[in-house]
């Protein structure tokens, strides 16, 4: 992954999740009715973070999480109420100051700390895990593989993030989505092979010492999702 291709792709989305879609995205954080689509969508998203969260203990005191990519920060509150410290990292500062009023709310803002930045940066310090749900799926398998070794660099124990499987439905509706004009459409996600993805992960030499693995897929509707876990050996 350069640095001009990151930055590029980085501003592509936080032009859409900060501007287009924040209205949108705030509606999937809250018990707001939706249309049918999106409900579907909302449901699959809830099954995916409760996935995630089974590859972590039930416990996590004394431990240090990233939430790379938080959106409006469920995530990140559910960690925190296992008595994690978190960090919740997005590129929109719309979202970021959304999932912070989320915070104070459910009364956890001395657990989690939000802040709109690069998910990847290293001045976030050191944790003991990283959740990155749905917020590598619009990357290149290869730049995935350079996103996950930059934040193996400073992780302790695991990494866990998801994948946009190739299937033929969701190759269906990405071709759809490039019929709308430029303006309206979402950036695009880049569908990957799951297994693909574990072998590139198993052979990157930056990752030496780590162990990739498939976790599971979630289909519910329109979200389709692939669970993967990368941990020390």
């Given at each position: 992954m ?12 936080q ?27 909302r ?41 994690a ?5 997005d ?8 999932a ?6 459910a ?24 959740v990155?749900?749905?917020s ?64 590139l ?33």
């Open positions: 350069s640095d001009a291709s990151y930055v590029r792709r980085r501003g592509e989305l032009v859409y999740f900060d501007r287009t879609a924040v209205d949108a995205w705030k509606k999937f954080a809250s018990d707001e009715p939706l249309g049918r689509i999106r409900a579907t969508v449901a699959g998203r809830d099954r995916m973070r409760a996935t995630l969260l089974s590859g972590l203990p039930d416990d996590l005191a004394g431990w240090r999480v990233l939430d790379a990519g938080c959106g409006a920060g469920h995530l990140s509150l559910e960690l925190a109420r296992r008595g410290e978190v960090v919740g990292i590129l929109s500062p719309e979202m970021v100051r959304f912070q009023g989320q915070a104070q709310a009364g956890l803002s001395d657990r989690v700390r939000f802040e709109a930045g690069d998910m990847l940066s290293d001045a976030h310090g050191r944790f003991d895990a990283v990155a749900m749905d590598l799926i619009h990357y290149r398998s290869e730049d995935i593989v350079t996103a996950v070794s930059r934040l193996a660099d400073h992780t302790d124990n695991k990494i866990l993030f998801t994948l946009a499987p190739r299937t033929p439905l969701l190759a269906a509706m990405h071709t759809v989505g490039r019929l709308f004009p430029r303006g309206d459409r979402a950036p695009s996600i880049e569908p990957a092979s799951p297994t693909r993805m574990t072998r992960l198993g052979s990157d030499a930056r990752l030496d010492g780590w162990r990739a693995a498939q976790g599971t897929r979630v289909s519910s509707g329109f979200y389709i999702s692939q669970a993967m876990e990368v941990a020390r050996s």
